[in-house]
């Protein structure tokens, strides 16, 4: 049975970016969800260590894996959690985030978990709330829990982050996965290339220590991850994007193009995924080589682990 009272705490308070991390806190996290992960194999699921704590999933953006994820986490770990339908309420009215905030505040919970598409907005809901606040991603900034989630996966398949070589493909300039992965393989010592098109190159690339690659099959040449990423078509402005059937024949992941990769190469995306747009459909799916459900079922064992080291 996992004890609340032997469960590492985080050295900060709220979970907003990979940087503020340091490497004990993601060690941490990734030792507490090994734990979670073999009590999710049993048939009784519960390990009650908060019960009677109240967790709040405030999601300004529409979401599948990360909100399911974190109510199965809390539920997992006894907790109350309310889903905040933000379609009916008073923010469809008028009200302000900072008055959400308040009101939220006013209710005593223990946890507030954000996903908001506007850069800036989690903090401005923090510096109104006591609890502890996680982000379930902010506009392109992070998505601190899925960079976590993908980091326990790698090291779950045996991978050692200081002898890797990671290769984060497709839209990178829209991607806030892209942002906390980097930080935290970087961390970890691990390598890391961005492989992207011209118009979906960071405008801040200079402030990345990568190796940049315009051609896919360069950029994933001896990789030992090959870390795709979806078209982030609701962030994109002003950009002159190719068909799809283009964009999957330069920058599609396919079983031909992966062949330059290391033969024991994972495969990895945090979905949702666009098949024959960003990856083969038969790649995506094969369990030989792609670890994509497996993110998704780490997802639930980091975020309980996330809950339990920062709600009191």
């Not at 049975?1 to 940087?19: A, G, R, W």
């Not at 989630?149 to 300039?173: H, R, Y």
């Not at 691990?190 to 405008?203: I, L, N, Q, S």
């Not at 994972?266 to 030989?288: T, Y």
Request: glycine letters at 4%.
């Amino acid at each position: 049975m996992i004890e609340k009272d032997k469960i590492p705490k985080l050295s900060i308070k709220n979970l907003q970016s990979i940087e503020d991390l340091s490497v004990q806190d993601i060690e941490n996290i990734i030792d507490t969800a090994k734990l979670f992960k073999y009590s999710n194999k049993e048939q009784n699921k519960k390990i009650p260590i908060l019960s009677g704590r109240t967790i709040i999933n405030l999601f300004f953006e529409p979401s599948t894996r990360t909100l399911i994820s974190f109510e199965i986490a809390a539920k997992r770990l006894g907790a109350d959690i309310i889903n905040m339908n933000i379609e009916s309420s008073s923010l469809r009215k008028g009200e302000t985030l900072i008055d959400t905030a308040d009101t939220l505040n006013s209710m005593n919970p223990d946890l507030v978990i954000v996903r908001h598409s506007i850069s800036g907005s989690i903090n401005e809901i923090s510096s109104r709330i006591k609890c502890p606040i996680i982000s379930a991603g902010e506009g392109t900034v992070e998505h601190p829990t899925q960079a976590l989630l993908d980091a326990f996966t790698i090291q779950d398949k045996g991978k050692n982050f200081k002898d890797i070589v990671v290769s984060i493909c497709g839209d990178i300039e829209h991607s806030r996965v892209a942002r906390s992965n980097y930080y935290l393989l970087k961390k970890m010592g691990a390598k890391v290339r961005f492989v992207t098109p011209e118009y979906f190159k960071p405008k801040n690339i200079e402030n990345f220590d990568v190796e940049y690659f315009d051609n896919l099959e360069k950029g994933i040449d001896s990789a030992d991850i090959v870390m795709m990423l979806r078209i982030q078509k609701e962030r994109i402005a002003n950009t002159d994007l190719p068909s799809t059937d283009e964009y999957y024949k330069s920058f599609g992941l396919t079983y031909k193009k992966l062949t330059r990769a290391k033969d024991d190469v994972l495969v990895m995306h945090p979905g949702p995924i666009n098949r024959n747009v960003e990856i083969e459909s038969a790649l995506a799916d094969d369990l030989n080589k792609s670890v994509i459900n497996e993110q998704v079922e780490n997802g639930v064992s980091v975020r309980m682990a996330c809950l339990a080291m920062m709600v009191k």
